[in-house]
């Protein structure tokens, strides 16, 4: 079907919820026209996590979809575009640019906006809601001269508008709250003690039962007025007070809306026109509103289905939530508040440790109803599940909240769990899908487990219970091979790499608190280095003292404690003034020279001090770091080739210079060499190096996982006659797949070996994208190559980081008098140990 | 502002630095900003080289030679500090050869016969003074 006669589905709103249904509905089919109209002036983001705003993550790294999604999908985008106005008659819309397009179907993902009450001089200056980017940038902006400000509104979402408070630096923090307890929809008064008193030792004060009734002051707010004839002086004001369908649209075109707003809709998503559909939180379903996201997803499913000729509806969804709200957890799940005589309640309650866990299960002793948990909430995801499968209690139910008292875990283990339950909700994964996928498809990782069953790919929620779910099914089945990091984490390189990326922890001591015991080693600090670096490219320099001792000084130690110094050649091309300036430096610094086995040149015996002036005497002549001290690409060694050499096919040494300048400086298990030659008769000796490609008439042979070093091996052939481009993109994706897959410190050829299925298996993997990461990868592996910089230019044009390269910290112009030389043919050695 | 004294004596530091059982005096090392967090750094105390970590996960300060006695390598201050076993024995690893070593004891913990002498921290205004 050409595109002009596809039918033509308009989506208004592309929010979380209406980017989700365009991903679904192009992932289900392509027979459809997508057409887009959103208001805010950038695509989707990720609202969920709006308050990341304001811990360093940029409107870029919230945004839902990558760069260019829309254009490759085909979905046509009309950003800063809403629609004003929809034809239900003529079947068309009007957006406020003048564009009028018809649709075969429309869907309207309108989304919320803050509530805001009618309240006098609630207009005034320093009063903002809480919902957009353009929001958190008002805030952001006004905060910098405001002392007092306040939060109107104590649920969860003005809590997490409080913590923003907090980010700001705000130094009188208030939230006011019209209720007697703080989040009165998911927790109870007790809990809600606990969580206050916790609260209040984080700097934020907490005002219950105030009902305002006026924001007073001139232009700007100055005091609010409470109804208990109270007031409070404030600079500025955050309306959290809950959300309000945006159903505009739809009033004015006449569909059904309810009485307290929400466009109707069936179990369909089907509003009163049944050309036009309704999700996410626009909607009323079951007659109500569901502000969550993962209901959302669902609603977006249920039309997809309904496009699709599926058959899929909307029966209701389960809003049990677990969240972290200002460092605290909070959960509610199932019947939280329903109390005795249609119940029996079990509380436990530490208010020195802030902890508070009520749980209500039935009177006869048998079945969880629901409960809340606050300050510990681990017990969450399988209560959760005890709940929705109706699970048999253990005979004292209250293990459930003290925790087993020495033995085994109280209650159902997963794996008890019954085959239907559902895991993942927000991809409608069970128990059943999960453990098939680990026995009959191989999977062994949280990682890939997303790509084969999707679970774990929405909130993120249920990932925990999906890992124990694997770790519990190759048990099972006798296939407990885990290699964990060291004594002080659980966890294998690659399981620790996927909580990382998933969590999105950036430094060393998160990941300590969060998976680790005890206070690292050197063994696991440089791992997480390693994967922080492949994950985020920031410069190792932030974290120094969790490096290697190599990357902690960018620099190779040698025999007597001096360094050396490898500037990068790519390809071994080298102009004769680069050289001079080499020579010079040498000279300048008494440094010992040699030609490495990587066509580069390697000078010896710097002191640490000497270091940075070293590096900048050659960045100002053009070199770059080499990242010889790195896990890291190292070299891509060159022949001559069709230039010069009468065999040459093609030119060797630009694909060699322009693959060595792609991979530069990124961060693997284990360090990375590569080869290119120019024919057959390999004088790149191409087969020894991690990859090798060598021409030939057609194209290049593409060779994976050789080895130099104490165990040779040559590399195998993975593909064969491809052209320049094709290499640079198996090359992507087998180098994320040996970055996010290998144990540390192991180089290709053992990864390779240790493979089950071997060679045949990474074929399929990154020729064929069996596993369907190729896409992904590849924009990874685009991400690193495009936030690369030379670490050493960082460091010479950084004065406080170069302050750390001395050898006494008392004594900074000191050099280590220990160290001493030999000579040597003309040049110095190092002292024999 | 009132000052403010903390000192990190363990027995290990003490019987380490002064054999004879006397007091150690104490010498003004560095500035505590002078050593990164969860690491270390080198300073020239009377001629001899003193490795400084700050153990800031546990709030806790240690002292070291600066010399690794497997190859006599001043590099210790510049090794990776973490923790062996359950009770969580402060050590660093010389960057060398990857030996570790005790911060309390100053025993090595790679099963070797070494010893490496520790000294014990006082920490005064922000300054750093070691017992020698
Ligand atoms: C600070 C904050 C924290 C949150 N935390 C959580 C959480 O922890 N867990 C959770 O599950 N949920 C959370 N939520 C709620 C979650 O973000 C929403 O449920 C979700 O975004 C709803 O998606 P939506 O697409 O329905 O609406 P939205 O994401 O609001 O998208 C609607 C879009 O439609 C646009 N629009 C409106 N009218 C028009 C028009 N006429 N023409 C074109 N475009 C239009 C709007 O500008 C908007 O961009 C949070 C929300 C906020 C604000
Ligand atoms: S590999 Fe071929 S092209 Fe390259 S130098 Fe050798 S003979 Fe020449
Ligand atoms: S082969 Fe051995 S001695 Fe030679 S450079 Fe490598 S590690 Fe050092
Ligand atoms: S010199 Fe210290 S371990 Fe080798």
Known sequence: MSASNKPIVVVIGNGMVGHKFCERLMAATSSFRIIVFGEEPRPAYDRVHLSEYFNGKSAHDLSLSMAGWFDEQDVELHIGDPVREIDRTAKLVHSRKGIVQSYDMLVLATGSGAFVPDISGIEKKGVFVYRTIEDLDLIREYAKGAHNAAVMGGGLLGLEAAKALLDLGISNPYVIEFASRLMPRQIDSAGSHILETRLKKLGLQILLNKSTLAVEGGESIRTLRFADDTSLDLDMLVISAGIRPRDELARLAGLQVGTRGGILVNEKMQTSDPHIYAIGECALACGMIYGLVAPGYEMADVVVSQLTEGNKSFTGFDMSTKLKLIGVDVASFGDAFVSEPDSRTIVFEDRHKGIYKRINITSDGTRLLGGILIGDAAAYNILLQTVNNRLPLPPDPEDLVLGSRGGAAAGAGVMDLPDEALICSCESVTKAAICTAVMEKGVESVEGMKKCTKAGTGCGGCVPLVKDLIAGTLKANGRYVRNVICEHFDQSRQELLDLIKLHDVRTYDEALGRWGKGDGCEVCKPAVASILASCWNDNIQKQPVIQDSNDRFLANIQKGGTYSVVPRIPGGEITPEKLIVLGKVAKKYNLYTKITGGQRIDLFGAHVGDLPDIWEELIDAGFESGHAYGKALRTVKSCVGSTWCRFGLHDSVSFAIEVEERYRGIRAPHKIKGGVSGCIRECAEAQSKDFGIIATEKGWNLYVCGNGGSKPQHAQLLATDIDSATVIRYLDRFLMFYIQTADPLTRTATWLNKMDGGMSYLKNVVVEDSLGMATQWEAEMQTLVNSYKCEWKEVVEDPALRQRFVHFVNAPRKKDPSVSFDNMRGQIKAKEW | ?132
Not at chain 2, 8 to 24: F, Q, W
Not at chain 2, 30 to 57: H, K, M, T, W, Y
């Open chain 2, 1 to 132: 502002m009132e000052t403010n004294t903390t000192s990190y004596n363990n027995p290990g530091a003490i019987a380490g630095s002064t054999p004879n059982g006397s007091a150690p005096k104490w010498r003004f090392a560095c500035q505590v900003e002078d050593i990164p967090s969860d690491g270390g750094a080198c300073v020239s105390l009377n001629e001899e080289q003193i490795a400084i970590f700050n153990f800031s996960r546990r709030g806790q300060w240690y002292a070291t030679e600066n010399r690794c006695p497997h190859k006599q390598q001043m590099a210790l201050s510049r090794g990776m500090t973490g923790s062996l076993g359950e009770q969580c024995e402060p050590k660093v690893a010389c960057p060398f050869h990857k030996k570790t070593f005790s911060l309390v004891t100053g025993e090595c913990l790679t099963g070797e016969d070494y010893k490496i002498r520790t000294y014990p921290v006082k920490i005064k205004d922000g300054k750093i003074y070691i017992g020698m």
